[in-house]
């Protein structure tokens, strides 16, 4: 069965209120790995945030102006090393407030969509589609990856 509209814009909404609590962690936590060999939690956190950016200025954005989609297909690889190399020079509050920005701008503007304008598949600019909904049901489950992997590590460095 196909989950409500709402029910996922709320999903995907709330993951910023966990971001935003994660600020509480001193800065050091922020640079250490979540497991050997992985990103720490501020290339985790920029990562995210970099994702949501491009498919809101590349997407959402531009469905909402009445423009052509511009998101095409990217090199997960390249556009993550970038993602990481940007958080070198953030802090952790710097990082936590662009994510909650840039989320705040795609839950605003889908939300204020038709179910049609939701549920539509534009045309992207490698000629493949794009639709919002399945941006979600693809993102939510990333988020809660994340979100497992960030709730490990606080566990571990707090030996709880």
């Not at 840039?102 to 889908?110: C, D, F």
């Not at 000629?127 to 490990?152: C, S």
Request: with cysteine; net charge neutral.
């Amino acid at each position: 069965m196909a989950r409500a509209t709402a029910d996922m814009v709320e999903e995907f909404a709330r993951f910023s209120a966990y971001v935003e609590r994660l600020k509480a962690l001193e800065e050091s936590y922020w640079t250490i790995p979540l497991e050997e060999g992985k990103w720490s939690l501020k290339d985790v956190i920029s990562h995210m945030m970099l994702w949501d950016k491009y498919f809101y200025e590349e997407g959402i954005h531009k469905i909402t102006l009445g423009e052509a989609v511009t998101v095409r297909s990217l090199n997960f690889d390249e556009f993550n090393a970038d993602a990481t190399r940007y958080a070198q020079n953030k802090t952790r509050a710097d990082i936590v407030d662009e994510f909650c920005v840039m989320r705040q701008r795609i839950i605003a503007e889908i939300s204020g969509l038709t179910e049609e304008a939701y549920t539509r598949k534009y045309k992207s600019g490698d000629g493949k589609t794009f639709a919002i909904r399945g941006y979600l049901q693809g993102f939510i489950p990333h988020d809660k990856h994340h979100r497992k992997q960030i709730q490990r590590f606080i566990r571990n460095v707090f030996d709880l």
